[in-house]
């Protein structure tokens, strides 16, 4: 990265205005850097023709595109690869592509490291290093080999979405907006645990998918799995939902990790039932895999598909996640963290 300058990778159409206006250039000119990033996905602004040679040379004195490849990649044996990308601020974050027959979902990170500490994600134990930049959060996108691929983009990677509220939203302006990617936001669904203003904020000014961590209904043992229960208890959240609508395109699920003898009961499938009840949602049960230092362990197949089942034939649509990636250690912060060592070792 060019040190000093602007960064034109995760500009609005309102703040490439602005910029082109202080260089002096036609107002149209806004416009047509926004095509040659978000359309054509140029590397360098010499590559934008219809701009005259002395507004990309004014442009180029004080900003960059701001691309950056992959550092480092993963391959696993099933098709998903797991990608290590450089940040503005000099740190890395991971970004997996997830192929799947017609589909390919990318998982994108939105910090370096997270604060809300949950008991089972190796990102948590990273401790927080900061937030990305609207610019970092696209690069994921704009630098990825299997770009034109893609179908669909889940914020479940490194990091709190909620808290990096504004970047978070301003990425997924651009990437739905006319003069962006023009993707529909049922293509796109941002995470979060669960932040008292900001989840709000998120559903007032996005029409994006929201999914929840819930990992456990159980105020006390959520709190013990997870933080910010405390900030915001599940229950609030749900009650929270429960004011939007979720009953045409836009979804509302749920997460929620199986961990064995933790929160697989039937007691856990009934709470959940009384829950959401009233809420036209999803809940997506995921397979746990053990990491480093951590004494939870995944629940067994059969398990999972009694509380499915369960949980279905009362009228919550469940579903289990394929697990993807496992030989390249897919899930979150393994990859960083591994990089960090290797750096200060």
């Keep these: 990265m060019e040190s000093g300058k602007k960064v034109l990778i995760g500009m609005?159409?309102?703040?490439l205005k602005e910029l082109?206006?202080?260089?002096?250039?036609?107002k149209f000119t806004a416009g047509q850097i926004a095509k040659w990033l978000y359309t054509k996905h140029v590397k360098s602004i010499d590559?934008?023709?219809n701009l005259s040679k002395a507004n990309r040379a004014r442009l180029d004195e004080v900003c960059t595109v701001g691309t950056m490849e992959p550092a480092d990649s993963q391959r696993s044996v099933d098709g998903t690869v797991k990608y290590l990308f450089p940040t503005a601020g000099g740190k890395f974050v991971e970004?997996?592509?997830?192929?799947?027959?017609?589909?390919?979902?990318?998982?994108?990170?939105?910090?370096?490291g997270c604060k809300m500490n949950c008991l089972f994600c190796q990102t948590g134990k990273q401790g927080f290093e900061g937030n990305l930049t609207a610019g970092d959060i696209l690069n994921q996108i704009y630098s990825l080999p299997e770009r034109e691929r893609l179908t669909n983009v889940v914020f479940m990677g490194q990091g709190e979405p909620m808290d990096n509220i504004d970047n978070v939203l301003k990425s997924t302006e651009?990437?739905?907006?006319?003069?962006?990617?023009?993707?529909?936001?049922?293509?796109?669904?941002?995470?979060?645990?669960?932040?008292?203003n900001k989840?709000?904020?998120?559903?007032?000014?996005?029409?994006?998918?929201?999914?929840?961590s819930?990992?456990?209904p159980l105020h006390e043992q959520r709190m013990q799995l997870m933080p910010a229960e405390k900030q915001m208890p599940i229950k609030e959240v749900v009650e929270l939902l429960k004011q939007y609508d979720f009953t045409h395109q836009r979804r509302a699920s749920f997460e929620y990790i199986v961990f064995d003898g933790v929160n697989d009961s039937p007691a856990h499938a009934r709470e959940i039932i009384?829950?959401?009840s009233g809420l036209e949602c999803r809940i997506n049960l995921i397979r746990f895999h053990t990491i480093p230092d951590v004494n939870l362990h995944g629940t067994d197949d059969s398990k999972m598909e009694i509380m499915r089942d369960y949980l279905t034939s009362h009228g919550v649509f469940t579903t289990i996640r394929a697990s993807r990636g496992q030989d390249i250690f897919a899930a979150c912060g393994l990859l960083s963290t591994a990089h960090k060592q290797q750096q200060s070792g």
């Excluded at 082109?20 to 036609?26: D, K």
């Excluded at 651009?174 to 008292?196: E, F, N």
């Excluded at 989840?199 to 929840?212: G, M, P, T, Y």
């Design 20 to 26: 082109t206006a202080e260089l002096g250039m036609p």
């Design 199 to 212: 989840l709000k904020r998120f559903l007032d000014e996005s029409e994006c998918h929201i999914a929840i």
């Design 12 to 15: 609005t159409a309102e703040e």
């Design 174 to 196: 651009i990437l739905t907006s006319d003069y962006g990617y023009a993707w529909s936001p049922k293509r796109i669904t941002v995470s979060s645990v669960g932040i008292k």
């Design 95 to 112: 970004t997996v592509f997830i192929p799947d027959g017609e589909r390919a979902t990318l998982c994108v990170s939105s910090q370096v």
């Design 274 to 276: 009384r829950l959401v």
């Design 47 to 49: 590559e934008m023709t």
């Design 214 to 216: 819930m990992h456990s």
